[in-house]
């Protein structure tokens, strides 16, 4: 399709510790098209934010790239190339991460914050104008408080402060790592609303990194679920939604306590890396209450199913 | 009910003057009254900043109160000297929400709890391994994990071990403050689980905060909701959080995330809590709820509502005297 903006292709990742190699992002492919706000869920250390840091070239140290492929607009390199897609980052890639008070530099007011991200990347004639234009665009008002340091402003505010930087180079793909999850309740929805319409009013595609599927179910189009570096479930969030296939989608709907009907919650059992780590398998058989011997035969092939793919032996001989 | 609850809190007031806003309303909590029966589970609920947490820890004792008596199995917890209090610490214990701050990383589970357990003699020295193990089940913690040190262990297991730790000083009433927020939803799913099922196994009674309204749903029995050192609304969970009066609860309800979308967005507040726009004597809500009027210049007084709700609200004090005067007059009793 064309109107793909972002997409990974097969990115794997090991991490090597002690000269000992082990793969925690495993063949994870994704597509995002233009304009839109894409969901990734999965438990911590499930490999989200490791997969997409590495996207844009910021893969940790100790980290190494065994695979796969980037494509951000026309520009298309293999993940190795972390040099390279770190460009990408000057070229319509912007970054929003959880605790935006640490993102911010706490000896500068944040106004000048707003102005260095505006200067960055070109000459900007009306300075004032467009520091001014950024804070409306966010829901602030530079006068209230362009002159004050990060401390003195709140949570919420600092993270529309964080977003007015990353909407300042006028960027293709956001990738906001857990955006909300220092917020309280109310303001969290707010700033979501407000990514959401980012995505219709200016064409920005939003990739939002949440550990929490209820976060997302509102507000995204697209989805996909990882478990221990590989995806298990991915496309449209309606059809996810209204029927989970993969065993971990389900076990994550059914542990999570619903505020509207209360009912008995159903725990998943096992944590995300207690199983055999083997690359070509499934790695979430250990938790699963459907497992079969094939489960360790390989890794499971991406099934397509109403509208979205998933990676489960379950599906792969049962006709559609 | 018994006579005497487990915990009673009477006017507790506890604020904090922010040095750069010496005009701006003090933040913290301000005569706050309720009580939690034996074996009840009683949620608090509200956003950052509300005064959940410092009621909490004015109820332990971990901060002084200002004002106001914290009421343990009936004895008045400020009352007491020095040396009186520390046999009554026992009797309240409290459990944090990050377990890896709140654990010695020097001590193994087992060392630990042994501490807790003989700082107030609660088990006889020969019988700590079978109490231990017991506990151990009881929190849904294998047998090797004490031994371990906290380090060894996952966030889960960790706060398995400070609710251990709690139980081990056989209290009458835990405060776990926001127990599963920084857990994994699978993790949070298992904690909850075994709350609830310690709950109706050992009896003790708890006061759960939390920003959570579901977490709240599922393991309160019944809930209070904090707005700026007050309690804007309180009652039974199922209807509180269900059909809530105070625009408040009703926005808090509205922005929890869900699995299943509300079809139509819900009220919501304005902005966020700014102490400045507070004025001293109007509603606390007022600045930011989007049904304010006139009237909410005065603060409104706690309504009952039917079935134990009760809020303060001035809309809520309508809908009370809409409903059949007779229903709530005292005097009359009612038949049913």
Known sequence: MSDILFSLDELSIDSIRDGERRRIVDHVSLAVRRGELYGLVGESGSGKSI??????????????????????????????????????????????????????????????????????????????????????????SWRDLGRKYPHQISGGQAQRVAMACALATEPALLIADEPTTALDVTTERELLRFLARLCVEREMAIVLIAHNLSLVSEYCRSLSIMHAGQVVEEGDLKAIFARPLHPYTQGLIRAVPDVDSPRELVPLVGSVWGGPQGIERCRFSHRCPHRRPDCDRGRPAAVDRDGRAVHCVLYEEVPA | MSAIPALAVHKLTKLFTDPSQPEAVAVGVRGVSFEVGRGEVVGLIGESGCG??????????????????????????????????????????????????????????????????????????????????????????????????????????????????????????????????????????????????????????????????????????????????VVVEEGPSELVLAVPAHPYTKALLAAAPRVKPLPEPGLSLRGELVLGDVRPGECPVRARCPLAHERCHEAPPMTELPGGQRAACWLAADQAAALSPSVFDPSKKVSQ
């Open chain 1, 51 to 140: 997969s997409m840091m590495a996207s844009v070239g910021l893969a940790a140290s100790g980290l190494e790239v065994a695979g796969g492929t980037v494509r951000f607009a026309a520009d298309q390199r293999p993940a190795a190339d972390q040099k390279g897609l770190r460009r990408n980052l000057s070229r319509g890639v912007s970054l929003l991460f959880q605790n935006a008070k640490g993102a911010l530099n706490p000896f500068m007011t944040v106004g000048r914050q707003v102005e260095r991200a505006l200067r960055q990347k070109r000459r900007v004639r009306d300075l004032a104008g467009e520091v001014d234009n950024l804070f409306r665009v966010v829901g602030l």
């Open chain 2, 52 to 229: 959940k947490s410092t009621l909490g820890r004015c109820v332990v004792g971990l901060q002084q109160p200002d004002d106001g008596d914290v009421v343990v199995d009936g004895t008045i917890f400020s009352a007491l000297t020095a040396s009186r209090k520390r046999s009554f610490r026992k009797a309240i214990q409290i459990v944090f929400q990050r377990p890896e701050t709140s654990l010695n990383p020097r001590m193994s589970v087992f060392t630990f709890i042994k501490q807790a357990m003989r700082n107030f003699d609660t088990v006889p020295r020969n019988k700590e391994r079978a109490r231990m193990a017991e506990l151990a089940q009881l929190v849904g913690l294998k047998d090797d994990a004490l031994d371990r040190f906290p380090h060894q262990l996952s966030g889960g297991e960790r706060q398995r071990v400070a609710i251990m730790r709690a139980l081990a000083c056989e209290p009458s009433v835990i405060v776990l403050d926001e127990p599963t927020s920084a857990l994994d939803v699978s993790v949070q799913a298992q904690v909850l689980r075994t709350l609830k099922d310690l709950q109706s196994q050992v009896g003790t009674s708890f006061l759960f905060i939390s920003h959570d309204v579901a977490v709240v749903r599922y393991i309160c029995s019944r809930v209070m909701v904090m707005y700026l050192g």
